[in-house]
């Protein structure tokens, strides 16, 4: 057994071997000798592993050299890169929630080009803020008396938690102890703060008595969290933002609201319940108001927190402020963001044009894709269809948007297989990122942006020229 193993071992190529292959140098202009080595000893530490846990018991140099090169390729080539997301979730967060409006963009490429007044002060000839560029802007938005932001919304909550109410008592209801995604958990997050976490109702009713009841002469702070993602329907009873503000008056404790999506104007669309907006919040009471920049505010990745002044001032103070603080980029693409809204240009920021696009536009635009695609592969099967499109980002959950798709079906591909079409599209030049219904893939359009029709027609050449080469064989 051992001697055989051995034996197999003598097989696997060795490191000199490998590096002596011809086509290392086509990688080792993207990758230096270490890197490419590295690559290497991962390979052949793997079959080593594998055959001794007896996963493998045989071994084929060849395949090695296959698989090793597999590795220098995908390496070889940019990981973090655009891609056309034909999916209809418009803040879809695996796929870098919104994009920016042109100005934003521009704003942020040449704040990264150029030296800037990032903090410093023109008028004084000094030290300025960075927070100042949009604290001003932020008010005049919401109504707030003052404002700053930091990395993301998640930081922002932790910032004001760890600096307003370490040690103390924080109520919460059951129904808003929600894990928002990727490990962002409300209890956590309040322990991690140091605050002590009281929480009140139960999963599905939360009275303002149950608050009331709960308050001590720990309570420092009444938390609201909006459930996002996730829903309770049926028997349910939420206490009112008012009447918890009143409560909080009263007993002199804060109000703190993570609102999530954190809309600045309401996008008055029929398909949506309406929502409070950051500007709501602040006039029924809210001490503190915290929001991602990026979900449908449509703006670059930031968190937002507005409210009562002096609870700014502790926040910038605090320690924990200055490992969040946003990037130049950021700050300038969120300042261009947050001024097409005072200048009512909504409509240049894709996530809420995305969100508002005309039923009648989108089959308009499903028509023309399908056309084009059609033209140019008489023999596949495109068809316009009805499909149901999403706000994402955790808003809006239960309430799909209208939208049309280009369905496709391409017999030559896996004799018409979608999943199979589907991973072709995502591994091409330009990765297509489609959804898929049955045994057509669909091509969402609402969240198509320019550019990406010719994308997409160009990936579906190629498949073209697959067609070819499998029917020549
Ligand atoms: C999305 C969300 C967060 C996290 O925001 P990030 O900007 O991703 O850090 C926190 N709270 C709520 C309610 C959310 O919806």
Known sequence: MREEINELLRLIPSMDELLSNPWVAEYEKFLNRNAVK???????????RDLRLGKITMVDPLVIEQEARKRLERRSRRSLKPLVNATGVIVHTNLGRSCLAEEAAHAALEASRRYTTLEYDLTEGKRGQRNDHVEWLLCQLTGADAACVVNNNA??????????????EVIISRGELVEIGGSFRIPEILAFSGARMVDVGTTNRTSLEDYERAITEQTAMLLK??????????????????DLCRLAREKSLLVMEDLGSGMLVDPHIEELPQEATVGTCIEEGVDLVTFSGDKLLGGPQIGGIVGRAQLIK????????????VDK?????FEVTLRLYLEGK?????????????KEGLKKKAQHLRRRLQRLLPEGVFDVVPVEDAVGGGAFPECPLQGYAVSVFLPWIGGGNAGLLQNLLREGEDPIVAGASENRVLLHVRTLLEGDEERI??????LCSRKETEESR
């Not at 000893?41 to 079959?47: C, D, R, W």
């Not at 930081?155 to 103390?168: I, N, P, T, Y």
């Not at 409509?347 to 696009?357: D, H, K, M, N, V």
């Open 457 to 462: 027609e160009r990936a579906f050449l190629a």
């Open 314 to 325: 502790k926040l910038l103070s605090f320690p924990l402020y200055r490992a969040l603080r």
């Open 38 to 48: 590295s690559v290497f000893a991962e390979v052949i530490g793997e079959v080593r």
């Open 155 to 168: 930081g922002a909550v932790l910032l004001c938690l760890s600096a307003l109410v370490a040690g103390k």
């Open 346 to 358: 909504t409509a240049r920021i894709p996530t809420l044009s995305l969100l508002q696009f005309p």
């Open 329 to 333: 980029m950021t700050l300038a693409a």
């Open 225 to 242: 969290v909006h459930p996002s993602n996730y829903r309770i329907v049926g028997f349910h009873e939420e206490t009112s933002r008012k």
